[in-house]
């Protein structure tokens, strides 16, 4: 009978060792065919205009296809004016992130008339990030304070919220071990355009063209829609 205990006491550790490992290598193959990730949020305000600093990593060429490439680093700062909008030529932003410096002309985005330009880097959730912008006569500094360092859900679980949420889509486009779609992790904002309100989108693309995609609220970790 002892024997025949330590026996079966074996068998549940081992099970118990598989299990893990096997979702364990789901998590890796997710993160393995990762084409973007958004890790932070900075942000800052006043009464002429928002400015926040988004970094992550991103493939290169980014290409919609269902097949990750390798990846680069991003830092875009993106600007949007409560104001009427500049009649300026130039909107000029210096970043200093510790201590270092980035300075750049801003350019207008035509679609939605915001101000962006990439530093491509990433930072660190604990970073020292100040700005000073200018257009025409108006000089600003601002202070960017981290926001999403005070979410319940950060990329890394939002990505397993969604692996969970998607096993069976993982499992139909998962061919001799290997994932054929592509996996996209962003910080969006509220379509109501409420500033604001921010959520997880996490995306899946086969290389079939199969789309599907989960909203996460952060604060909550709550699946608020699911696109399948």
């Known amino acids: 009978m002892k024997k025949f205990l330590i ?3 074996g068998i549940i550790i081992v099970c118990t060792l598989l299990i893990s490992f096997k979702k364990e290598d789901k998590i890796d193959l997710s993160y393995a065919n990762i084409a973007e990730v958004r890790y932070n949020l900075f942000s800052a305000e006043d009464n002429n205009l928002i400015v926040t600093f988004m970094s992550g990593k991103r493939e ?3 290409v919609l296809d269902g097949v990750p490439q390798k990846e680069v680093e991003f830092g875009i700062v993106t600007i949007v004016f409560k104001i009427e909008k500049p009649n300026v030529e130039d909107v000029t932003a210096v970043l200093n992130i510790n201590d270092k410096q980035y300075t750049s002309n801003l350019e207008e985005n035509p679609f939605d008339g ?3 330009y990439d530093i491509k880097t990433v930072v660190k959730d604990d970073d020292n990030l100040t700005i000073n912008i200018t257009w025409g006569d108006n000089n600003k500094a601002y202070n960017l304070q981290i926001q999403s360092q005070n979410w319940s859900c950060d990329w890394k679980k939002a990505l397993k919220i969604a692996s969970n949420e998607f096993k069976t889509e993982i499992e139909n486009f998962t061919v001799n071990g290997k994932l054929e779609a ?3 992790v962003k910080i969006i904002e509220d379509p109501s355009k409420n500033l604001d309100k921010k959520y997880w989108y996490v995306g899946l693309l086969s290389k079939t063209g199969k789309k599907i995609a989960l ?3 952060p604060e909550t970790d709550e699946i608020l829609a ?3």
């Open 7 to 9: 026996l079966l006491s």
């Open 60 to 62: 290169e060429p980014y």
């Open 114 to 116: 915001t101000y962006v």
């Open 182 to 184: 592509e996996i996209y």
């Open 215 to 217: 909203i996460i609220d």
């Open 226 to 228: 699911r696109q399948s």
